[in-house]
C-alpha cells in the first residue's frame, strides 16, 4: 500500500458536478482542437515563415511528443498537489504556449511554444478523472464520459473546419490566438467551479523516476514519430533511429525497476493500479483504440485528399458524418450504461466499428463520390460512440480515488502510445504496399504505350515509390521527356492519375485492416472485463470509496484547501 492519503474535498459548499464537468470539456476541447486545427495550416505556416515543409511538420511532431511524455507525471502530480491546481496550471501555460505560437518569428520560436502548448495540455488531461470521482458516484460517471466523448468528436468535426475558415480569411497566426480568450475563461472558471482536492499532508515526488520515465518516454516516442523522416536510419553523429529506440526501452525498463523498488514509499507509478483488473483491462483496449484511430485516418485523410481531390476543409466535412453519429450513440450509452453493465455496450461497439470501417473501405475506390462514403462513416461512429463511455466507466469504476490521477495519466500515455507506435507501423506497411502497387499498376495501364515512353513511365512510379506517404501523381510520373508530343504528353497525365488513385486504394485496403485486427483483439480483452463491481474482499473497493487504511487516513487528514 503506497502511502498517499484519500483527497477529499472539505468546502463551505458542495461541487457542482454540472460545472466541474462544464470547465474540464472547456479545456479538453481547445487542447483537443489544437491537434486538429494547425493540420490545415501547414502549407500557411511553411510558406508564412519562409521554412520548408519538413521544419514546420515539427509543429506538430513537438507537440505531440511533449504531451506523451508527460501525462503520468502529471497525473501524479495531481494526486500530490490537487487537481484543481494542475488543471489551472496547465491551462494557464497552454493559453501562454498559445500566445507564443501566434506571435512567433521563426519556425524555431514556433517549435518551441508548440511544445510547450504540449507541455500545458498535459499538465491538465489526466485531471479529469480524479475531479470526477470526486464528485460524481459510478454509476452516475456514465453521462460525463459520454460529454467526453461528444466533445471529442466535436473537436474533430471542428478542427479541418475551422482550422481552413480562419487560415483562409485571417491568417494561420488567428488559429492560435483564438485560445486566449478561451484559455482566459477556464482559467477564471476553473478557480471559482472546481473542487479544491489536496491530500493532507506533504508529498513529495518521485524526481528520480519523473527523470527515468520522461527520458525513456522522450527517446521511444521521438524514435516512433520521427522514424520515416530519416527513413529509420542515422539521425546523426551516427545514431541511428532504432539505437534512440532501443536506448529508450532500456531506460524505461530502468524506471520499472526503480519504481518496484520505491513502492513502498512514494513512486511515481503505485503498481496498485495494475491490480485492479478492469483499469488494466481498459489500458489495453485504450492502447488499441489509440493505434486504430490513427491507422484507419491516416490512410483514410490521405485518401480523400490526394485521391478524391478534396480540400482539407471538404476532406473535414466529408467525415463530419462519423463525429456527429458518435455524439449522437455517445448519449444514448452514456444514458444507459447507468443502466447495464458497460462491456455489453464496449464490445458491441469495438465490432460495429469494425464492420463500419469494414463497409467504407469496400466503397472507398478510386472515383468513388464523398456521399457514398456517409453511410459507412454513420455506422462507425455508431459504434466508436459505443466505446469511449464504457471504458473510461470500467477502468475507473473500482479505481480508488488517491490513484485517480496517476490512472488517468496511465491511460491517456497508453493511448498515445498506441497512437505513436500506429504512426510508425502503419506509416511503414502503407508506404511498402503503395510502392508495389504504383509499380504494378504503372507497368499494367502503360502496356500500350510505346516503349520509348512506358519505360520513363514505369521509371517515374518505380522511383517515386521510395518517397512514401509524399508521393502522388504529379510527382511519380514527373516531367514528360523532351520531344514527347503533346497528345502523348496529356496521355501520361492522365494514366499517371489512374496509376496513383487505383495503386493508392490497393494500398490503402490490406493497411486498414492491420488496425482493425488490433480492435477485434481488443474486443477480446474488454469480454474479459470483470462485470459488476470488486466487492469488499476485492483489493480495490469501488471507485468513490477509499480502503480502509486510505479512507482513515483521508479523514484524519482532509483539510480545508482555499
Known amino acids: 500500500m503506497t502511502s498517499i492519503d484519500t483527497p477529499r474535498p472539505v468546502t463551505t459548499a458542495p461541487a457542482r458536478p454540472t460545472a466541474v464537468l462544464v470547465v474540464f470539456l472547456l479545456g479538453l476541447f481547445m487542447t ?60 494557464a501555460v497552454f493559453t501562454a504556449a498559445s500566445a507564443g505560437s501566434g506571435a512567433a518569428p521563426t519556425v524555431g520560436w514556433l517549435i518551441a511554444f508548440r511544445a510547450l502548448q504540449g507541455v500545458g ?7 479529469g478523472l480524479p475531479l470526477f470521482t470526486s464528485v460524481l458516484p459510478p454509476e452516475r460517471r456514465g453521462g460525463a464520459f459520454a460529454a467526453m466523448g461528444a466533445m471529442s468528436g466535436l473537436a474533430v468535426l471542428a478542427g479541418p473546419t475551422l482550422g481552413g475558415l480562419i487560415t483562409t480569411h485571417w491568417g494561420w497566426r488567428w488559429i492560435f490566438y483564438v485560445n486566449l480568450p478561451l484559455g482566459v ?7 471559482v467551479l472546481l473542487p479544491d482536492l489536496r491530500p493532507g499532508r506533504r508529498h513529495r515526488l518521485d ?3 519523473v527523470v527515468l520515465l520522461s527520458a525513456g518516454l522522450l527517446a521511444v516516442v521521438f524514435g516512433l514519430v520521427e522514424g520515416e523522416r530519416y527513413d529509420w536510419g542515422i539521425v546523426g553523429h551516427g545514431v541511428t533511429i532504432w539505437e534512440i529506440v532501443a536506448a529508450g526501452v532500456v531506460v524505461l525498463a530502468g524506471f520499472g525497476w526503480w519504481q518496484a523498488r520505491t513502492q513502498r514509499g512514494e513512486p511515481l507509478l503505485p503498481f496498485e493500479v495494475f491490480r485492479n483488473r478492469n483499469f488494466t483491462l481498459m489500458a489495453l483496449v485504450l492502447g488499441g483504440m489509440g493505434f486504430a484511430m490513427v491507422g484507419v485516418y491516416l490512410p483514410l485523410t490521405i485518401y480523400l485528399q490526394s485521391v478524391l481531390g478534396l480540400s482539407a476543409m471538404a476532406a473535414g466535412v466529408a467525415i463530419a458524418p462519423q463525429p456527429l453519429a458518435m455524439m449522437v450513440s455517445s448519449a444514448f450509452a452514456g444514458a444507459l450504461s447507468e443502466r447495464v453493465n458497460g462491456k455489453l455496450l464496449l464490445v458491441p461497439g469495438l465490432l460495429v466499428f469494425v464492420a463500419g470501417t469494414g463497409w467504407l473501405l469496400a466503397v472507398a475506390g478510386p472515383g468513388a463520390s464523398r456521399w457514398a462514403l456517409a453511410p459507412a462513416l454513420v455506422v462507425s461512429g455508431l459504434g466508436l460512440g459505443c466505446v469511449w463511455v464504457p471504458i473510461f466507466g470500467l477502468a475507473t469504476r473500482d479505481l480508488q480515488p488517491r490513484l485517480a490521477g496517476v490512472g488517468a495519466g496511465v491511460l491517456d500515455t497508453v ?18 504496399r503503395l510502392a508495389h502497387a504504383l509499380v504494378v499498376e504503372a507497368t499494367t495501364r502503360s502496356s500500350g504505350l510505346p516503349a520509348a515512353v512506358r519505360d520513363p513511365f514505369v521509371a517515374g512510379f518505380r522511383t517515386a515509390g521510395s518517397a512514401g506517404l509524399g508521393v502522388s ?12 508530343p503533346a497528345d502523348v504528353a496529356q496521355r501520361l497525365a492522365v494514366l499517371g492519375q489512374e496509376v496513383f488513385r487505383n495503386a493508392f486504394v ?57
Open 415 to 432: 493511448q498515445e502510445i498506441g497512437s505513436v507506435v500506429a504512426t510508425a507501423v502503419v506509416g511503414a506497411v502503407l508506404q511498402a
Open 473 to 484: 501523381a504529379g510527382t511519380a510520373q514527373g516531367a514528360p521527356a523532351a520531344g514527347v
Open 207 to 209: 524526481a528520480s523516476g
Open 506 to 562: 490497393t494500398a490503402m485496403r490490406p493497411t486498414i485492416l492491420v488496425p482493425l485486427a488490433v480492435l477485434v483483439v481488443a474486443a477480446g480483452v474488454a469480454g474479459a472485463a470483470r462485470s459488476r463491481p470488486a466487492g469488499p474482499a476485492g483489493s480495490p473497493g469501488p471507485a468513490g470509496s477509499a480502503s480502509a487504511e486510505g479512507a482513515a487516513e483521508g479523514a484524519a487528514t482532509a483539510r480545508v484547501a482555499g
Open 121 to 127: 495540455a498535459a499538465l491538465l488531461a489526466p485531471q
Open 32 to 91: 483537443l482542437l489544437d491537434l486538429t486545427i494547425v493540420n490545415v495550416a501547414i502549407p500557411s505556416m511553411a510558406a508564412g515563415l519562409g521554412t520548408s515543409l519538413d521544419q514546420v511538420l515539427w509543429v506538430l511532431s513537438a507537440y505531440s511528443i511533449a504531451y506523451a511524455v508527460l501525462l503520468i507525471t502529471a497525473g501524479r502530480l495531481g494526486d500530490i498537489v490537487g487537481p484543481r491546481t494542475m488543471f489551472i496550471v496547465g491551462m
Open 185 to 191: 475563461l477556464t482559467v477564471v472558471l476553473a478557480f
